[in-house]
């Protein structure tokens, strides 16, 4: 979710300037082309200032997406969610825009190349997978991809930012309910049960959990940007730059972790090998140079998942005691904002910049709050159906009568991290407005109050929220959820909810968003987004263990978009329900003019 911006923020003289600069670079080094990732040597999907490389040369700043620079072509490949950001970023007569729900990078590049000619691609920004698929791909055409050893981006990529060098923080077992050494022979025992003696952790998430540090190397990620070793015997090899490690770290993690300087990481994977270490390697978060050094250096390779990604994941006790605080004052923060917008929206006077300054600022103001956990989301009549849409100067839209607002932000708090979506009306709202607003929020009901049985995967309920939009010929193309931390990444894998494959069963303590949506391009977005917590659900009548949802999320629902009529008295109920528990929950914690707001606001239906 990261900042929006336009041709008019991203001068398109520069945009060709970059790219006729880069096709230089490429030529010097004999290469046809070269390949553009959005990502770091994490494989992280919100990144330092430094690793921008697509967003420099390009102008697409969203979060997932590539580019492919040839002689004589490029293109820049988005999903659906960037359908049209690609469009108002990005300069159509340089590059070709690229869904990857029609097309990727490697057969984009199939297509294209021919014999003798060399692609070039950063080893440090490629999974395995994508590399040898690409490599093959290239191959039927007598066209080969070659590793750089340096990357030409950042040959021309004159004024690039340096890596962040700030203090790496610990976090206290106050909000991580387990201790460093006792998640260090957890892991250590995961890693030995793989059959493996080592495993890299190179998920700046996972490191952060392993090692219960945060940071702010990544905006709205509290986490450091470092990679450690876990050991089967118990031990951690932390690697990071000096200039981050504080007194108060060294002393926290001595006897446990030893900390090395960061560039030493890539010879401590060649001494590994050498010692002949079977090493526990996570294909989907690790880079391909990570595996390339191990197996030359004569390591034995063990695929497999991630050993923190499943505990991270699965929240104990004090996390989800810590997020369920959290949600309540963010909560109290929001409806605060939710007031003040009804009181001032109609007046024509707000924009999307005056929204998004003023909930941050209310946030502010919330206990153990640091930072937004992604920039927020406002849009304004036809910039809500701008998925990931970011206002800046340019863009930013007043707030009109008769149009929808929405806004998806959240925030980080020590005790946990959230993530909403409200779309209100400004005004009075149109019937088709309401009736499709009204079906997302059926599809958001369903999920919510849905029993399964333990087993249960995200793909199989994900259906459940797009039936009364599919019934009336509607679909939204992003997923209906995604995992979220505790003081970690606002999405955090490895569960979901979506049409995609995901063999990943819902485990009670694990966070969910439920993020219906409906978007009509160049009039208005609808998004409903709670976050939902995994509980197991026994009745005694059932002959199975069966589990459900716990919402988590506070805040009104606007009942001005609402059309009774197309509800159950099932979903009434639970509508009727949620508000109840709002009021109760929020009415001691705002002012008495947002309470009296509150009431009505939440009013049964």
């Known amino acids: 979710m990261e900042k929006v911006t336009t041709k008019k ?15 230089a670079e490429l030529t010097k080094r004999g290469l046809t082309g070269f390949v553009i990732p959005l990502t770091d040597e994490h494989m992280s999907e919100y990144v330092g200032d430094y690793a921008k490389r697509l967003h ?33 970023q990005v300069d159509g007569s340089l590059y070709e825009y690229q869904s990857t729900l029609e097309t990727s990078p490697t057969q984009w590049l199939g297509e294209r190349v021919g014999a003798g000619q060399k692609i070039g691609f950063d080893p440090w920004y490629h999974t395995r997978a994508w590399v040898e698929a690409t490599r093959r791909t290239l191959e039927k055409k007598g066209a080969a991809l070659v590793e750089v050893d340096s990357n030409p981006v950042d040959a021309v990529w004159t004024d690039q930012p340096s890596p962040s060098l700030a203090p790496i923080q610990l976090h206290d077992i106050t909000y991580t309910g387990v201790s460093l050494e006792e998640k260090l022979a957890a892991t250590g025992q995961a890693i030995a049960s793989a059959g493996a ?18 940071g702010t190397d990544v905006t709205c990620t509290p986490v450091p940007r470092a990679f450690a070793l876990a050991f089967a015997d118990g031990r951690a090899e932390l690697f990071t730059e000096p200039e981050k490690v504080t007194p108060a770290l ?67 006790p004090v996390e989800i005691a810590g997020t369920r605080a959290a949600h309540v004052r963010d909560g109290a923060a929001l409806s605060r904002f939710l007031h003040w917008l009804h009181v001032e929206a ?67 708090y020590l005790d946990g991290t959230t993530d909403v979506t409200r779309t209100v009306a400004v005004g009075a709202a149109g019937s088709e ?49 995604h995992g979220v931390g505790s003081y970690l990444s606002v999405h955090e894998g490895p569960q979901r909810i979506g049409k995609t494959v995901n063999d990943i069963v819902l485990t009670p303590g694990m966070i969910l968003s439920n993020e219906p949506g409906y978007y009509k391009p160049g009039a208005y977005g609808i998004r409903i987004e709670n976050l939902v917590l995994v509980h197991e659900d026994r009745r005694e009548e059932d002959e199975r263990p069966m589990l459900a949802f716990e919402t988590l999320t506070m805040a009104p629902i606007d009942l001005a978009l609402v059309e009774p009529a197309l509800l159950t008295p099932e979903e ?29 606001a939440t009013r049964p239906v």
Request: net charge neutral; with cysteine; hydrophobic share 45%.
């Open 346 to 412: 109609p007046t024509g006077t707000v924009t999307e910049l005056d929204a998004d300054a003023k909930l941050l600022s209310l946030r502010q103001e919330a206990n153990l709050f640091r930072e937004e956990s992604f920039p927020a989301i406002t849009g304004a009549g036809p910039n809500g159906a701008i998925i990931h849409y970011r206002s800046t100067p340019e863009t930013n839209r007043p707030l009109k009568v008769g149009e929808l607002f929405l806004i998806d932000s959240g925030g980080q």
């Open 197 to 214: 003696d080592v495993a890299v952790i190179a998920a700046l998430d996972s490191v952060a959990w392993l090692l219960n540090i945060r």
């Open 250 to 316: 060294a002393e926290a993690l001595n006897g446990s972790v030893t900390i090395l300087p960061r560039e030493r990481f890539a010879r401590r994977l060649d001494e590994l090998g050498a010692a002949g270490s079977r090493v526990l390697v996570d294909p989907d978060s690790t880079v391909f140079a990570v595996f390339s050094r191990l197996q030359a250096a004569g390591a034995t390779i063990i695929e497999g998942r991630d050993p923190c990604v499943m505990p991270k994941a699965i929240k104990n």
């Open 433 to 481: 407005e309401r009736e499709r607003f009204t079906r997302v929020l059926k599809g958001h009901i369903a999920l919510a109050t849905a029993r399964f049985p333990a087993g249960t995967t995200g793909r199989q309920l994900d259906v459940l929220a797009r039936l009364p939009l599919w019934q009336a010929g509607l679909d939204y193309d992003h997923g209906t959820g």
């Open 56 to 88: 420099w040369l390009t102008g697409f700043s969203g979060s997932a997406g590539s580019a492919v620079v040839l002689e004589d072509s490029a293109a820049v490949f988005v999903d659906g969610r960037y359908t049209l950001q690609v469009r108002a």
């Open 9 to 23: 923020d991203f001068v398109m003289s520069n945009a060709r300037e970059r790219l006729s600069a880069l096709r």
């Open 572 to 600: 009434k109920a639970w509508l009727n329900a949620y508000h109840r528990r709002v009021i109760e929950t929020l009415a001691p914690l705002v002012p008495e003019d947002t309470r009296n707001w509150l009431a009505e």
